[in-house]
């Protein structure tokens, strides 16, 4: 079965639902390939940046999200002692209409988009359909071959394919765009304990000992919590078993050590191959790569998501005309690299620098706390813990929505302060 759209999309991750809905605001014929049959899936990125936030006031979505289940987080603070922290990101300083970073599960996020894409006669969003193969003729990308779960195969034919597909891209692998991979030296285990209701919910803090290091993300009714080790470690974390596991975690954070027992098992724990690449070349003709498919990030910082999203607003405002026109050459798909690439860069340099001089000294043992220049900088200039928190919260070069894609606010924007 052979079908065509004007712009096929793989992947239904935050820049490929917004990518998707900003270009059928537009009224390009759009379809979004998503391989699962929801959006329901653990531990993906949950953070909803301040340029998100006022991204979805834009495409007058704001006050729906704010209806849905989300903890605010305003600080990311050290641990000086037991009884003492040292704020270096204070996101309340930003001149935002949003000064928080907003933790809601994705799959909430992603149904909010997938749901205002129904109301665009362009927009088709296909569940349970696994891009298989690009089709390629006479060096273009015409299109691709997919597979549905129930094992039905058909070709898509279109005149532009974006791969959302993530860090593994099989979009890209095909498309022979290979990435420059940067040296990382740690790995992140990921899973979730019980939140008491008197826990500040407002506050990330990771919490050092010895040589281990853990994040405890506040969610609603639970944290996540990212543990961090040095790269390539985790057979043996697992060969130790769960007991020892539970210990490690009651040392670095001992006001958590009564629940370490909600983990059942090592299969509560998951592993995420930490990657820092980026491509140099984001595109072939019919074909450009956006969000983790162009640059893997590192969950330091929690700005993959937001950087995603980035793209896929500069991408729909670039690309928007010449799909409409039916002229979207590889001049065109090169302004999309062009005006994100520097952001990328930057981005990355700085979670080089974190891994650099906070995470590697501590997995590797050299180090037990924070660099105690920047906490002697904190205390003398609480001031500067603006520089941290524009940088997690906003980030070099934010995208606004287009004029196309921009509906009016149906909500008064002070309500959602809750």
């Known amino acids: 079965m052979s079908e065509s759209t004007t712009c096929a999309v793989i992947g ?16 390009v014929e759009v379809t979004v390939l998503e391989k699962h049959g929801d959006f329901l899936r653990d531990f993906r990125g949950d953070t909803v940046h301040p340029t998100t936030l006022q991204l979805l006031d834009e495409l007058g979505l704001g006050q729906r999200f704010a209806e849905l289940p989300y903890s605010r987080m305003t600080e990311v603070a050290f641990p000086v002692d037991e009884q003492h922290s040292v704020v270096v990101g204070d996101l309340s300083r930003l001149r935002v209409r949003h000064p928080y970073i907003a933790i809601a599960p994705q799959w909430d996020f992603l ?33 691709v071959r997919y597979r549905t779960e129930d094992g039905e195969e ?11 597909d993530g860090r593994w891209s099989l979009a890209r692998q095909q498309a022979g765009l290979r990435p420059k991979e940067l ?23 990771p919490r050092m000992r010895g040589t281990r290091l853990a994040v405890t993300i506040p969610r609603t009714g639970y944290f996540q919590i990212a543990y961090i080790a040095k790269k390539g470690t985790d057979a043996e974390l697992r060969a130790r078993g769960i007991e020892d596991f539970r210990r490690q975690i009651g040392e670095v954070l001992p006001q958590l050590a009564d629940r370490t027992g909600e983990l059942k098992s090592m299969d509560d724990v998951k592993h995420l191959d930490v990657r820092l690449n980026r491509l140099y070349r984001w595109h072939v ?9 162009a640059h893997a990030m590192s969950p330091i910082g929690g700005v993959g998501i ?20 039916g002229d979207v050459t590889t001049t065109t798909l090169a302004k999309v690299r062009r005006r994100r ?25 050299t180090r037990t706390g924070p660099p105690k220049p920047l906490i002697a900088l904190m205390r003398r200039v609480p001031q500067a813990s603006f520089v ?31």
Not at 12 to 27: E, I, K, S, Y
Not at 346 to 359: D, K
């Open 341 to 365: 690439l520097l952001p990328t860069i930057l981005v990355q340099a700085l979670q080089q620098l974190l891994h650099r001089v906070i995470a590697k000294p501590v997995v590797e043992g």
């Open 388 to 418: 941290p928190a524009y940088l997690i919260g906003v980030g070099l070069r934010p995208e606004h929505a287009p004029d196309f894609a921009r509906r009016p606010a149906l909500d008064n924007p002070a309500r959602r302060e809750r």
């Open 111 to 143: 149904n909010l988009l997938a749901d205002a894409g129904e109301k665009e006669p362009t927009f088709t969003l296909r569940m349970r359909t696994e891009v298989t193969e690009l089709i390629r003729e006479t060096d273009r990308v015409r299109g």
């Open 183 to 205: 040296p990382v030296p740690i790995d992140a285990w990921w899973f979730r304990l019980p939140r008491k209701p008197d826990e500040d919910p407002g506050r990330l803090m």
């Open 306 to 325: 937001n950087l995603a999203v980035q793209d896929a607003v500069a991408a729909a405002t670039l690309l928007a005309r010449p799909l409409l026109r």
């Open 285 to 293: 003709d019919g074909l450009v790569c956006l969000g983790d498919a």
């Open 154 to 164: 058909g070709e898509l034919r279109a005149d532009l394919v974006v791969a959302c």
């Open 12 to 27: 239904g991750g935050p820049a490929g639902m917004v990518l998707g809905l900003l270009l059928a605001r537009a009224g």
